[in-house]
């Protein structure tokens, strides 16, 4: 997984830091490099890290190199798209989706 300069990727061991006590809302990204909508779903993630930068934290968690994480959230499918407020999940969506789209479906939550 390549990290981007708008989408950070995050581990088990930085996840609690990085998602849960984050000040903002964060986007996780559950994804694995043998996923082709998870390469669909790559750029479109990264035109909202920037769009909402200082609204909406991007990051990507790998979850062959960190499984716990996915596990703990009962992430099943590539990518799932999983929403942290304050801790806690308050969102979550399965697959790749345009820009617009996804925008919509975030609106309520950042």
Known sequence: MTQTQSVM????ETFAEEVL?????????FTASWCPP??????????VAEEQAGRLKVVQLDVDAD??????YGVLSMPTLMVFRAGEPVKSMVGARPKRRLLQELSDVV
């Open 9 to 12: 990727s995050v581990t088990d």
């Open 21 to 29: 006590r984050s000040d903002v809302p964060v986007l996780v990204d």
């Open 38 to 47: 998870c390469r669909m779903i790559a750029p479109v993630l990264e035109a």
């Open 67 to 72: 499984p716990a994480t996915a596990a703990a």
